[in-house]
């Protein structure tokens, strides 16, 4: 098996590419094929045949057909691992073979005229009877000159039988047998991709969104409903004593209260905890309402329980934050809400890697002339510069003007590698429209316009936490968002609040769910 993928092997950068390398066994089973839609340098399709434990392979230029009359260029190219068989992705941009793979048919296959099919492409002549999605019928691979280096020219054409149509294209039916999705489509939001902090056998994981968490009964929620102005609530089996639950933290029409933002944070905790565990929270706290004056806190209170989780900082300075409030459980969102922090701002490291950052951190601040289809031209040129990179990152609203894109990255950069990357990522979209741009750092000096703030990528520099409450009218939520809504005339900063955002959870699910498990490397800018 592995001199079977040598040449496979020998042509791909395993730290980076999400291809599997071909370490596990086979499936058993009967022969399967595979033909994938591949768009790298230039669109072909790639026709897979199980043969011996490993794919056997050729690249179609052109398409495979059933139209007998058609004779198809075939390069016979190195055998592939049969874990490839149902890849459906992207493999990063820079990568051999970097382009978007899907599916476009699959199925079981079996030799005609020979019983060792390994014997037969040897010698130069394929009979295989192909039962797929779109492929069905008698194809026939033919060598056009002698046995070469692995990438010898074939011909490959479909018998005349009853499953023969003349004039038919594959470009007809361009969609994935798996999924129904175009190749733009898998660009565009990938299921897989590779993990280069995995061994290669395991790299290729799912970027698909892990089911949200059971939501909070009714039950729980009734509780606090049915209490007066204070009380105390069973929560994620915690006791917490709540108090001045009538009190109006939001203004709006109607003001929304103490006892419904606790609700929310309640039914939010479970959905918001992934992106919180494990780092220090500082808290904007508006004790008096969002319509008054805040403030920042970061220490942990003397009055705190003990069960509330939290990381003593080794380096902290005379004067600095020794304790911060670390969130390990739904139940310390909830008891932060009621300590009157109406905004979570989780750090961008974790506890037991201060220094090293887990996301690179891309803020698009909007100057007081940056009109909203201002910032969504220069989100679109962010996404666009990303996908070019082979890139996983996701976009979310503010709450209140801007937008933020989040990317995951494997342990080992340091806060200088970020900002780096993400002043020399920012700063060429910025040359596409700098009449959008200033990079003058005072807010006054910069004429109105946007700043691509690279600087957030710093210890201790914080990004509002995904769902969370900002403290405005309405109470609006920082809201994460797919890519494609970019393109949404609807979307806007504030579009949604504590009071509609549960219910896009329930029909949308969490975008921000494709970037946990997805850490990647950041490919090198030039």
């Known amino acids: 098996m592995t001199a079977k993928l040598a040449t496979y092997r020998r042509k791909r950068d395993f730290a980076r590419t999400p291809e599997p390398a071909g370490e596990l066994p086979a499936e058993a089973g009967g022969a399967r094929f595979v033909v994938q839609r591949h ?60 382009g978007d793979v899907i599916v476009w048919d699959t199925g079981t296959w079996e030799p005609v ?44 054409l479909h018998k005349h039988d009853e499953h023969a149509v003349d004039g038919w294209d594959p470009e ?53 409903e049915a209490m007066g102005r204070q009380g105390t609530w069973e929560i994620f089996g915690r006791r917490l004593r709540v108090t001045n639950l009538d009190k109006v933290l939001f203004p709006g029409d109607p003001p929304v209260t103490k006892r419904e933002f606790l609700a ?77 922090a109406l905004e979570w701002h989780p750090w961008t490291s974790r506890t037991t890697a201060m220094h090293e950052p887990t996301y690179a951190l891309v803020d698009l601040d909007p100057g007081e002339s940056t009109s909203w289809d201002d910032l969504l031209v220069l989100a679109r040129l962010h996404r666009t510069a990303l996908d070019h990179l082979g890139v996983t990152a996701r976009a979310k609203v503010t709450g209140r003007r801007g937008i933020q894109i989040w990317i995951p990255i494997v342990a080992g950069y340091t806060f200088d590698d970020t900002r780096a990357w993400v002043e020399r990522l920012s700063r060429t979209v910025g040359q596409v429209v700098p009449e959008l741009v200033s990079w003058k750092w005072e807010v006054k000096a910069r004429g109105g316009l946007a700043r691509l703030d690279y600087t957030q990528n710093a210890i201790n520099k914080t990004l509002v936490a995904p769902y969370s409450p900002r403290p405005a009218a309405g109470a609006p939520v920082s809201v994460p968002i797919t890519w494609d809504e970019l393109d949404d005339p609807a979307l806007r900063p504030d579009r949604w609040t504590i009071r509609t955002v549960l219910d896009r959870l329930e029909t949308a699910g969490d975008p921000f769910r494709a970037l946990l498990g997805a850490a990647q490397e950041l490919s090198e800018l030039t």
């Open 39 to 98: 768009r790298a340098s230039r669109l072909h399709y790639d026709l897979r045949f199980e043969i011996d434990g490993v794919l056997v392979s050729w690249a179609v230029p052109k398409g495979p057909t059933l139209d007998p009359s058609v004779r198809r260029l075939a390069v016979h190219v190195e055998d592939h691992p049969i874990e490839y068989l149902h890849f459906e992705g992207v493999i990063p941009s820079g990568e051999y073979g970097g």
């Open 113 to 156: 005229h020979t019983d060792d099919p390994a014997a037969a492409v040897a010698a130069g002549e394929l009979h295989a009877e192909v039962r797929g999605e779109k492929l069905r019928g008698r194809l026939v691979l033919v060598r056009r000159d002698g046995p070469g280096d692995g990438s010898e020219q074939w011909m490959l």
């Open 172 to 224: 007809d039916h361009p969609a994935s047998v798996l999924t129904g999705r175009s190749n733009e489509e898998v660009k565009a939001d990938p299921d897989r991709l590779w993990r280069s902090d995995a061994p290669a056998a395991e790299a290729s994981v799912s970027l698909l969104p892990d089911p949200l968490p059971d939501p909070l009964s009714d039950e729980a929620i009734d509780d606090l």
């Open 264 to 340: 929310y944070t309640a039914r939010i905790a479970p959905v918001v905890l992934p992106y919180l565990e494990g780092r220090a929270l500082n808290l904007h706290r508006y004790p008096n309402g969002a319509d008054r004056s805040g403030f920042w806190h970061k220490q942990l209170p003397d009055h705190a329980p003990d069960w509330l989780g939290s990381w003593d900082n080794p380096e902290a300075d005379d004067g600095e934050t020794t304790t911060y409030i670390v969130a390990g459980e739904p139940a310390a969102l909830v008891w932060v809400a009621n300590f009157g």
